[in-house]
């Protein structure tokens, strides 16, 4: 793990895309770039990793098998439509044993014994077509392809957290990146600089406590490099986690302002439209007044047509076989079935009511959430340059006391001190441009346009239209278009 120090890679930055780190040792302005082994080109870029994300991410791919299964309850629906088609057939074998007793003549008592064995067989075909049942599956049909499109939107809101985060990740290792260089390079100086106190305590120009002073900011520098190190094992496992790779020679990471509305009330208006938290509660509303309806389809008539035909053989001893058909339409109206189907579609009122209401808590949420995304971009486009100021500032500080400590007029404490103080101002840099990056995404993600349609990325997107076209109209067939 590293921060490579190279003249054409680092973090973001407004204007330049890319973030200045002044050494810390020479005082030089070098760029940043995170990396991992010896090489010497860049071999990844944010859009890469996007990319990775989108494609490999596994609960993204979950999501988007869980929007197929959704699907399939479009045919299901439209199941209703289709006759139901049965086959039926027997074989058997029984005894017979009977003794009939009648009147043959007036004077005459004839008696009639039958008896044997025999292969009863018959074979029939009955075929049953609903012709109308209150529009219960119509009714149906619309609510599973609101479900559909509820499911789609579900898809969107996990394909936008997951290209969110991924883009976070990313920033997050190019910063945690560069802070183990920025304390690293803290060290080397600490090092330099305990060093220097101690040849002075050598000839008597500083006390025993100035070594100590170098010898405290020497440990506690090497702490931070420990506490930045471990951070960054973290950030790696979890780029890992999101990714799905080890990162390698990290390229800069840039804003997506030009994606964005230009102000926050064309934001918030955008969102309240085109994101899918909005858009799937919209979708909820329609099938839980969908539902309603096939609720309220329980109350009306129903109208049924049912044709069969059978062959029989040897079902008695004296018949060898018969042959029957028949065509019955049958007109069901159902005048009071317990009560439970008016709590039905009183239940379901209520639940459309809570789902309207559940719309607006919605919407509010994401107004927040949108105004507060900006108002983070806003804060850090001035934190980076407050940052930058602080940096130049920081320097210039030590520089000075530098100086004045050579001509006794400052203590190696102050030297220190300033030292510190600009380790934590480039640190503070690092961190404020890291969140330039993240909050632009975060815009871009509280509007719903964080997709790969609109970052533009090099990949193929995924369509759940296809496999429903392929599904819908299917009759029969147990294998997944997918071949499963």
Known sequence: MCARKRPAAGLAN????????????????????????????LADTIEAALVRAYQKNPQLNAQRAAVRATDENVPQALSGYRPRVALTGSVGYQYNDSNFTGGGSPTAIVRTEIHGTNPPRSAGLTVSQTLYNGNVTANKTRAAESQVSGAREALRVLE????????????????????????RSNVRVLEETLKQTRDRFFVGEVTRTDVAQSE?????????????????????ANFRRIIGNEPEALAPGSPVDRLMPATLPGAVELSLIENPNVTAAMYGIDVNFLQVKVNEGALLPTVTMQASVQQSYEQSLQTYRSFGASAIAQLSVPIYQGGAEYSLIRQSKETLAQQRLNLEQTRDQVRANTIAAWGQLVASKAQVASARAQVTASRIALDGVRQE????????????NAQQALVNARIALVTAQHDRV????????????????????????????????????????IRTPGGR
């Open 160 to 183: 936008q957290t997951v290209l969110l985060s991924a883009a976070t990740i990313y920033m997050d290792y190019l910063r945690d990146a560069a802070i183990v260089e920025v304390q």
């Open 14 to 41: 407004e204007g330049s895309s890319k973030i200045t780190v002044v050494n810390v040792v020479t005082g030089a302005a070098v760029l940043l770039t995170a990396c991992t082994g010896p090489t010497t080109t």
């Open 216 to 236: 405290a900011q020497l440990a506690a520098g090497k702490t931070q490099l420990l506490a930045a190190e471990a951070n960054l094992i973290t950030t790696r």
């Open 405 to 416: 400590a050579k001509a006794g007029q400052r203590t190696t404490l102050d030297v220190l």
């Open 438 to 477: 993240a909050a632009s995404y975060g815009v871009l993600n509280s509007v719903g346009r964080l997709s790969p349609r609109v970052l533009n990325l090099a990949t193929t997107v995924y369509d759940p239209s296809v496999h429903y076209q392929q599904v819908r109209d299917s009759w029969f067939g």
